[in-house]
């Protein structure tokens, strides 16, 4: 067939897809109903357009005639979209955990009972070829099928146990009124600092994943006891610096991989994804403020820069990622030979970059070199005989004139998509980055996005969560509410703007309507009136992206002491009682809900400026001079007279107004104990 059902989606996974001689079809009644009536499993396919393996999959077997047919014969097919439809991902990975004991990935392979949609046999990759212990997928595909033909009891038996597995996994930890402690904050950096490599920076072994929501909790954990907590900013400004100098992040043109495939950051798997970097930004940017180590500002401004030049769209919304291949191979638009450089560069230039990043040592990847810092600008300047700043102009030089002959190559895949939680993430980034780097096109650019976001992917009620070329679909998912809530509150504190502010409380009244468990508290993963599925995801435990509950509870408590609405509040502290029991056993796998927890034993300190908008603007450059994630600080121009002053409130409990920054400064030492 020259194509299939794939051919008018959205989704550019999908359409990579669309001239397989698979009859794959997306998922939707119609396949769901054809299962149903033909008695197939169903093959579902999970994946992202992005994903290396998955295609190395798809050009083993998906693409070959005699697999496609052994599948159409075989099964009802559907490719998933995992970025699109991350409701139906998190069902079928814990699924494939529960089936295998193993953790899942992409490709994601799982089979399917065409009646109830629950799986019987999962797996991730699989070759054409059997190797590597791994069944042909022919030899699979042919086995399953009479799976299912001769042992269709326990296949119902099995079925039954993962039901029940799902209902004890997605109910909830307590009932929302549980006491509640600083004991899992104090766990948790305990358990950091024994995962922590203290050579490399990170937690555990390779592969290494960024994992900014640890790096968050250590950040905060120095930032409310300085003086006793050093090891917890040791452990987090070395983990950055390592990244910052590794191969992760493009030495060239900024950004960051996914994640390093070796213990030293060297090596990355080459895809880039908005999410990772939105994150990474923000982080970085805290980093700068809390240490003023001018490293992590710069590479808190290369990021932002690599997003605004290479994922913005002319719309004002953010893609979604860079592939990791081009021309047919993993990594080669990003990789160097000594040869290649050399014809671009000067001596000098040549000489400063081959010591710095490595091209005088052996290559270190299949034949050729990715860049990674592996001499300081200090050791450069005292081996090459030349003043530091001489030999950072150089280096400077030289990764312009590389950048502008990488443009010239044929690029990765771009996936053009636009998320709104994937946005709603580098939003809050560039608005922090912004503010405290005073760069002002990030906050634009973080406006833009916004806007995008309220016109194309807000009906007035309603928030949508993916968009493409003029098409928005999807009801959004509880990721997209509370990041997009967390992404305002940090724009508001760019400048207040009473629409913005608005649509902020739009949003939390949707993440109470929409998907709050009222009787036990916390949040479902889909709104209560989506899809069914065989589940209903809670998710509190991070990932590779903050856990919806966590950002959500901490989001409506910050909202609703602003506003001063009980309902946020109480809602976002029912979420963390709700979560104690799951927080208590394994805090450091819910960050996120322990930096909920920490606002509500310690309620945020709103910090609302008024007056003047030149002196209004100094005043809030003083106080965020600092390090202190639970101060937020609004500047309210609105009703501007000609004196400034300010109000420092926490909790409800607000100080007596003060009109000098003097009187500011010395509220706040007293309010935190001398921060």
């Known amino acids: 067939m020259s194509s299939n059902r794939l051919a008018e989606a959205t989704s550019p996974y999908l359409q990579q897809h669309a001239a397989n001689p698979v009859d794959w079809h997306p998922w939707g009644e119609e396949?769901?109903?054809?299962?149903?009536?033909?008695?197939?499993?169903?093959?579902?396919?999970?994946?992202?357009?992005?994903?290396?393996?998955?295609?190395?999959?798809?050009?083993?077997?998906?693409?070959?005639?005699?697999?496609?047919?052994?599948?159409?014969?075989?099964?009802?097919?559907?490719?998933?979209?995992?970025?699109q439809r991350p409701d139906l991902d998190r069902i079928?990975?814990?699924?494939?955990?529960?089936?295998?004991?193993?953790?899942?990935?992409?490709?994601?392979?799982?089979?399917?009972?065409?009646?109830?949609?629950?799986?019987?046999?999962?797996?991730?990759?699989?070759?054409?070829?059997?190797?590597?212990?791994?069944?042909?997928?022919?030899?699979?595909?042919?086995?399953?099928?009479?799976?299912?033909?001769?042992?269709?009891?326990?296949?119902?038996?099995?079925?039954?146990?993962?039901?029940?597995?799902?209902?004890?996994l997605n109910a909830a930890p307590g009932d929302g009124t549980e006491a509640i402690d600083a004991t899992p904050l104090k766990q948790a950096r305990e358990t950091l600092a024994e995962q922590f490599d203290s050579r490399h920076g990170g937690f555990g072994g390779a592969p290494k994943f960024p994992q900014p929501t640890l790096i968050e909790r250590l950040l905060r954990d120095y930032a409310h006891a300085p003086g006793q907590r050093r090891d917890s900013l040791h452990m987090a400004c070395t983990t950055l610096r390592r990244m910052a100098l590794g191969g992760?992040?493009?030495?060239?043109?900024?950004?960051?991989?996914?994640?390093?495939?070796?213990?030293?950051?060297?090596?990355?798997?080459?895809?880039?994804?908005?999410?990772?970097?939105?994150?990474?930004?923000?982080?970085?940017?805290?980093?700068?403020?809390?240490?003023?180590?001018?490293?992590?500002?710069?590479?808190?401004?290369?990021?932002?820069?690599?997003?605004?030049?290479?994922?913005?769209?002319?719309?004002?919304?953010?893609?979604?990622?860079?592939?990791?291949?081009?021309?047919?191979?993993?990594?080669?638009?990003?990789?160097?030979?000594?040869?290649?450089?050399?014809?671009?560069?000067?001596?000098n230039e040549y000489a400063v970059t081959a010591a710095r990043f490595g091209l005088d040592n052996p290559a270190n990847f299949e034949g050729r070199w990715h860049l990674h810092v592996q001499a300081s600008l200090s050791e450069l300047a005292k081996e090459l005989h030349a003043p530091a700043d001489t030999i950072a102009e150089r280096l400077e030089d030289a990764r312009r004139k590389l950048y502008q002959a990488r443009w010239q190559r044929q690029w990765p895949l771009r996936d053009e998509k636009i998320l709104t939680s994937w946005n709603a993430l580098m939003i809050r980034g560039l608005a922090r980055a912004g503010r405290l780097l005073e760069r002002q096109d990030f906050v634009q650019a973080a406006r833009d996005a916004l806007a995008f976001i309220r016109r194309e992917l807000w009906t007035g009620r309603r928030l949508l969560a993916s968009w493409r070329g003029g098409k928005a679909e999807l009801p959004a998912y509880l990721d997209d509410h509370a990041f997009l809530l967390d992404a305002c509150l940090e724009l508001?504190?760019?400048?207040?703007?009473?629409?913005?502010a608005a649509f902020a409380g739009h949003l939390a009244d949707r993440l109470l309507d929409g998907f709050e468990d009222r009787k036990h508290g916390g949040f479902f993963f889909t709104a209560s009136d989506h899809e069914a599925l065989v589940t209903r995801s809670r998710p509190l435990t991070d990932d590779a992206l903050p856990a919806g509950n966590g950002v959500a509870a901490r989001a409506l408590l910050q909202l609703g002491h602003l506003k001063g609405e009980p309902r946020y509040l109480q809602s976002g502290e029912r979420a963390v009682r709700s979560a104690w029991p799951a927080m208590a056993r394994l805090p450091h796998a819910h960050a996120s809900l322990l930096t909920a927890l920490e606002t509500v034993l310690t309620p945020p300190r709103l910090v609302t400026i008024r007056g003047n908008p030149d002196s209004s603007h100094e005043w809030q450059q003083d106080l965020e001079r600092y390090y202190a994630p639970d101060r937020l600080v609004f500047v309210r121009d609105d009703d501007a007279g000609p004196d400034t002053g300010a109000r420092v409130c926490t909790g409800s409990t607000c100080l007596a107004p003060v009109t000098t920054l003097q009187a500011l400064r010395e509220q706040l030492q007293r309010d935190n104990g001398g921060d």
């Open 31 to 83: 396949a769901l109903q054809l299962a149903r009536d033909s008695d197939r499993p169903i093959l579902l396919s999970v994946g992202y357009a992005a994903c290396h393996w998955c295609h190395v999959m798809a050009h083993e077997s998906f693409e070959d005639p005699e697999v496609a047919a052994a599948m159409n014969r075989l099964f009802v097919n559907i490719k998933v979209d995992r970025e």
């Open 92 to 168: 079928y990975q814990i699924a494939h955990q529960l089936l295998t004991g193993r953790g899942g990935g992409w490709p994601l392979t799982v089979f399917l009972t065409p009646d109830d949609r629950v799986p019987f046999f999962a797996g991730t990759y699989f070759p054409r070829q059997a190797r590597h212990g791994m069944p042909a997928f022919p030899d699979l595909l042919e086995r399953i099928a009479g799976l299912y033909r001769e042992r269709s009891e326990d296949i119902r038996a099995q079925n039954g146990e993962v039901l029940s597995a799902f209902q004890r």
């Open 248 to 347: 992760i992040n493009d030495q060239v043109g900024g950004g960051f991989a996914r994640y390093s495939v070796d213990e030293h950051w060297m090596i990355p798997h080459f895809e880039k994804m908005l999410s990772d970097n939105g994150l990474l930004l923000a982080l970085y940017t805290d980093a700068w403020q809390a240490t003023g180590d001018h490293l992590f500002r710069r590479i808190a401004r290369e990021t932002a820069e690599w997003a605004l030049t290479e994922m913005r769209s002319a719309e004002g919304g953010f893609y979604s990622a860079l592939d990791a291949d081009s021309e047919g191979s993993e990594g080669t638009f990003y990789l160097w030979t000594p040869e290649q450089a050399r014809a671009l560069l000067t001596d």
């Open 492 to 500: 508001l504190q760019c400048r207040w703007d009473d629409d913005t």
